[in-house]
């Protein structure tokens, strides 16, 4: 019985059980960030957006209140935080929904996270490695836009 995830052996010899196991599961977002470029290389389309799926992947509904996006750095005439226009939305377990970010033009080195914000005040982000790659993509597009203008 002293392997069992949800009952150990105290060391007076009594049985404890595992109260984290035993509490309710939260909702938890899962987060990913991608671009779609409607557009060739050298100009891009109007259509080209970055998109944030959010997909509930905890055992409770999420309230999702807004959408947004950090910055590093404050700069001149820019908001450390911007929030995009959302109507919030309950997604049940294993729900999903897809909401254009901003358009990859605004996307560089100085946006830290990209992120949805829950009823209870808990922020979920992209993870680091996923927004590096995602500016990494888009420079090296913006590298190949370079290469056929010149």
């Known amino acids: 019985m002293a ?11 009594r049985a404890r059980l595992n109260v984290g196991l035993l509490l309710p599961q939260r909702g938890r977002l899962k987060l990913e960030a991608t671009a779609s470029y ?9 259509q080209d957006r970055i998109w944030l799926t959010i997909t509930n992947v905890g055992g409770k ?8 996006w950090g910055l590093r750095e404050a700069v001149a005439g820019e908001r450390v935080r911007s929030v995009v226009p959302f109507e919030a939305k309950k997604l049940d377990p294993e729900a999903q929904i897809s909401v254009p970010v901003f358009e990859p033009a605004h996307l560089h ?12 005040g808990r922020l979920f982000k992209v993870t680091a490695m996923k927004m590096r790659r995602l500016i990494r993509d888009r420079e090296r597009r913006m590298h190949q836009t370079s290469e056929y203008t010149s």
């Open 109 to 120: 080195r100085n946006v830290a996270w990209i992120g949805a914000r829950e009823t209870r």
């Open 61 to 68: 509904p999420v309230h999702v209140v807004w959408v947004g």
């Open 3 to 13: 392997d069992s995830p949800r009952r150990r052996d105290h060391p007076d010899g």
């Open 38 to 46: 409607a557009g060739p290389p050298p100009f891009g389309a109007p």
